[in-house]
């Protein structure tokens, strides 16, 4: 079974997905990681520097998307928190990024995402019972254990800077293996490079009565 940390609704997706020919979905999968990258970056130039290195290309093909995931981390501190519901199911980790902002999409997403499951509930149970009782060992090293990542992450969230939680939701992937450091660390450049702001919220409207004109 392996590291397997996908929650029922993409293993549901994934089952759908495979009666299409497979060149599809590896192709997809492929076109999802590009998207990812792309936004990690911040542009093509950058994309193309990025590519310089074997492990992008290594990840690119390896059919699972971890530039697509940590992207989403960075997308929820920039107020798109939809990708995120989908980035948890797939690695629980990248929950960590989410602020008081988003909440309400998160919810929506995460809502869509169990209904899909709602003829196969069973498969809650399998995969809580496999995340309690793994060992996670899939033959790859993990880069840092995850009990040595998970605090930190939890102090990054609680310094309640946007760029430092979209980090923590990043080492908090349980499986942080090279290819997933190698999507970390062209976070923390993009961080560096160009800090993310949460979307501010709107300034409130004048109502009719409230608005004042020079005499």
């Known amino acids: 079974m392996g590291t397997v940390y996908f ?10 997905a495979g009666l299409l020919p497979s060149w599809v979905l590896g192709g997809g999968l492929i076109l999802l990681d590009v998207i990812g990258l792309r936004y990690l970056t911040g542009s093509w130039r950058a994309f193309g520097w990025a590519s310089l290195c074997p492990l992008t290309a290594f990840q690119l093909v390896s ?12 997308a929820a501190v920039c107020g798109m928190t939809g990708p995120l519901a989908w980035a948890a199911l797939a690695k629980i980790g990248p929950a960590l990024s989410l602020g008081r902002r988003g909440v309400r999409i998160f919810a ?43 605090p930190i992450a939890i102090a990054l969230v609680a310094s309640r800077r946007p760029s430092l939680r979209a980090l ?15 999507a970390t660390i062209i976070l ?3 961080l560096l490079w160009a800090p993310p702001k949460e ?12 608005v004042q004109t020079r005499s």
Do not use: E, K, M
């Not at 929650?7 to 759908?16: D, G, S, T, W």
């Not at 059919?63 to 960075?74: E, Q, Y």
């Open 63 to 74: 059919g699972n998307p971890n530039f697509a995931i940590v992207a989403a981390t960075l």
């Open 199 to 210: 979307i501010a919220p709107s300034p409130p409207q004048p109502r009719g009565g409230d």
């Open 7 to 16: 929650a029922p609704p993409l293993i549901v997706l994934f089952a759908i």
């Open 188 to 190: 923390i450049i993009r």
């Open 168 to 182: 923590a939701g990043a080492i908090a992937i349980p499986g942080f293996y090279i290819v997933t450091a190698w």
């Open 108 to 150: 929506v997403s995460a809502l869509v995402a169990a209904l899909i499951t709602a003829p196969w509930l069973g498969l809650w149970i399998d995969w809580v019972r496999f995340l309690l009782t793994t060992r996670g060992d899939p033959g790859w090293p993990i880069i840092v254990p995850f009990i040595l990542r998970l």
